[in-house]
């Protein structure tokens, strides 16, 4: 099935569709079974379902723990305390108060406080009231049963597949920020934005955090390749920090700049590393040979100039600056590197 953008139109009203599915189908096996409160089934079923499988997952999961925590909460109330209005008052607020306390534990005692207040309160004019919990469970249950079938069998939207398209993304625009950066230090160190990648970080931060509902949710119901996943994002995450100080150091120094000596191999190793980022964005291994060249040039020209006192001419803030600028931008394609020396992966070569 060919990946649909979780964002745009033609997802949302895929998603109204399961919902709407989801909500009638568990009202149909609520009446099948003979319950008398199916609108709990129903209920369930909208609050559970969720735009990404594993979303939807972690909702049953919570809907469902949640649940049967407060009924037997609930229920334990109702044994030991009688079906007096003083006693009712005490067991509902001791049992709600219970609940509330162990949300600092696990949040799912947030759905248990509610499941409380059902059983206990709605339960008061039943002639068994322990039935008339349990028969809430199973509504319940059902709700959150029929959530999970529609979403994980009608047009599954996959949280691994967004975040497959959004690692692309993210390393295209990671190369488009580093080139950016790179021409601004090398054109007599021109300030920029000092916000430029705050995007940038904000959006592998959601990566980070889909990655986790892929890792949790998603990865024993289909093959995915949660360590090349994780490979990215960290990848990421440190050329992301690499870029920050590269910005910085840009940006500290704003008297007039200097033309930098070792130029053409600072944009020889700008130009491999972005090939790089692209590389990976496209699904292929970086050029393992071009980006060790290009490292070895560099420090090799460094060297160069440091052994003829080029390095002189700087003052230290200067020189401060360019040495911070180029250790990130030498680490960056390490990194880069790094990446495609993995070989425990099996990715097309660039």
């Known amino acids: 099935m060919a990946f649909i953008d979780p964002d745009s139109h033609q997802a949302m009203v895929r998603h109204g569709l399961k919902t709407g599915i989801a909500a009638v189908l568990a009202y149909g096996l609520a009446q099948l079974a003979d319950l008398q409160y199916g609108y709990w089934a129903t209920l369930s079923a909208v609050i559970v379902m969720q735009v990404y499988v594993a979303d939807s997952v972690q909702m049953c999961l919570y809907r469902f723990s949640g649940t049967a925590v407060g009924a037997l909460i609930g229920m334990a109330a109702i044994s030991v305390f009688p079906a007096t209005q003083a006693m009712t008052v005490l067991a509902l607020f001791l049992s709600v108060a219970f609940c509330a306390y162990m949300t600092r534990y696990n949040a799912r005692y947030r759905m248990a406080a509610i499941t409380v207040c059902i059983v206990i309160l709605a339960s008061l004019d039943q002639e068994d009231r322990l039935v008339f919990g349990l028969l809430r469970v199973a509504e319940i249950g059902i709700g959150v049963a029929a959530a999970f079938v529609v979403s994980v069998t009608l047009w599954p939207v996959r949280a691994g597949s967004a975040l497959k398209a959004r690692l692309m993304e993210r390393f295209t625009e990671c190369a488009r920020s580093y080139e950016t950066i790179m021409e601004s230090f090398l054109a007599l160190q021109t300030g920029l934005d000092p916000r430029l990648l705050a995007g940038l970080n904000a959006d592998i931060l959601k990566d980070r955090d889909l990655f986790r509902k892929v890792l949790h949710h998603e990865r024993r119901m289909y093959r995915e390749d949660t360590d090349?996943?994780?490979?990215?994002?960290?990848?990421?995450?440190?050329?992301?920090?690499?870029?920050?100080?590269?910005?910085?150091?840009?940006?500290?120094?704003?008297?007039?700049?200097?033309?930098?000596?070792?130029?053409?191999?600072?944009?020889?190793?700008?130009?491999?590393?972005?090939?790089?980022?692209?590389?990976?964005?496209?699904?292929?291994?970086?050029?393992?040979?071009?980006?060790?060249?290009?490292?070895?040039?560099?420090?090799?020209?460094?060297?160069?100039?440091?052994?003829?006192?080029?390095?002189?001419?700087?003052?230290?803030q200067k020189l401060v600056q360019f040495f911070a600028f180029y250790h990130s931008a030498h680490a960056m394609g390490h990194d880069i590197l790094l990446y495609s020396l993995n070989a425990k992966f099996d990715i097309e070569p660039s």
């Open 228 to 316: 090349l996943l994780d490979l990215k994002i960290r990848t990421l995450e440190t050329c992301s920090a690499h870029l920050e100080t590269m910005l910085r150091a840009l940006n500290s120094e704003q008297e007039r700049g200097y033309d930098i000596l070792m130029a053409p191999e600072l944009r020889q190793l700008s130009s491999i590393t972005v090939n790089g980022m692209r590389a990976i964005a496209s699904g292929c291994l970086p050029d393992q040979a071009a980006l060790s060249q290009a490292l070895e040039n560099a420090e090799t020209r460094l060297r160069e100039l440091r052994s003829e006192g080029a390095t002189k001419r700087f003052h230290l």
